[in-house]
């Protein structure tokens, strides 16, 4: 099974600042990577799917970009409400969809 | 708009079974493949397993293959993840997720969880 990782674990930052978060996938995974948000108690919301289109709704300081094994998603200017933690998925077929481990984001 | 609620959850002794059921409503059910997922205490997201909008396909982690069980009834827009010798890591809230179809390659809607609980 493709294996997925993600850096850093956890970041902190300030308000305004651009955060960037990488997913690396074992074996190329073309454009089959999502980026989903968590808040602590609730489920994932989809922000980014296929590396870099934007679900509808999400705010467009998210973004995402990449394809093949590396992938990288950004936050171009940290908001409060970003806190949270964000994983990385791969999509493509076959199944497993895996997860990435996530990476925690807080406020410095 | 989109509803996705699971249930079924509780406390069970190692061993034992459940069967998590998740309820859809806002869109038609027999159109989406969907899938479970589940999420232990402090720790990330696991994907389990999913199921075509036919039921005719499924494919599962191989974590829980041969121990649990995925399956639908469209006419009930309704979901299961039938749940068998269950241990003390299985212990998760327990997500069913709909798969956005071909427009959207991902889990784009996720349902509140059902909390599963391994002790004896």
């Known amino acids: 099974d493709i294996q997925m990782t993600q850096s850093p674990s956890s970041l902190s930052a300030s308000v305004g600042d651009r955060v960037t978060i990488t997913c690396q996938a074992s074996q190329d995974i073309s454009k089959y990577l999502n980026w989903y948000q968590q808040k602590p108690g609730k489920a994932p919301k989809l922000l980014i799917y296929d590396a870099s289109n934007l679900e509808t709704g999400v705010p467009s300081r998210f973004s995402g970009s990449g394809s093949g094994t590396h992938f990288t998603f950004t936050i171009s200017s940290l908001q409060p409400e970003d806190i949270g933690t964000y994983y990385c998925?791969?999509?493509?077929?076959?199944?497993?969809?895996?997860f990435g481990p996530g990476t925690k984001v807080d406020i410095k | 708009q989109v509803q996705l609620v699971e249930s079924g959850g509780g406390l069970v002794k190692p061993g034992g079974s459940l069967r998590l059921s998740c309820s859809a409503s806002?869109?038609?059910?027999?159109?989406?493949?969907m899938s479970w997922i589940r999420q232990a205490p402090g720790k990330g997201l696991e994907w389990l397993s999913y199921i075509s909008d036919s039921g005719n396909t499924v494919y599962y982690a191989d974590s829980v293959k041969g121990r649990f069980t995925i399956s639908r009834d469209n006419a009930k827009n309704s979901l299961y993840l039938l749940v068998n010798s269950l241990r003390a890591e299985d212990t998760a809230v327990y997500y069913c997720?709909?798969?956005?179809?071909?427009?959207?390659?991902?889990?784009?809607?996720w349902g509140q969880g059902t909390l599963v609980t391994v002790s004896s």
């Open positions: 998925q791969k999509y493509d077929n076959p199944p497993p969809f895996t």
């Open positions: 806002g869109f038609t059910f027999s159109d989406y493949y």
């Open positions: 997720a709909r798969d956005g179809g071909i427009e959207v390659a991902a889990n784009d809607f």
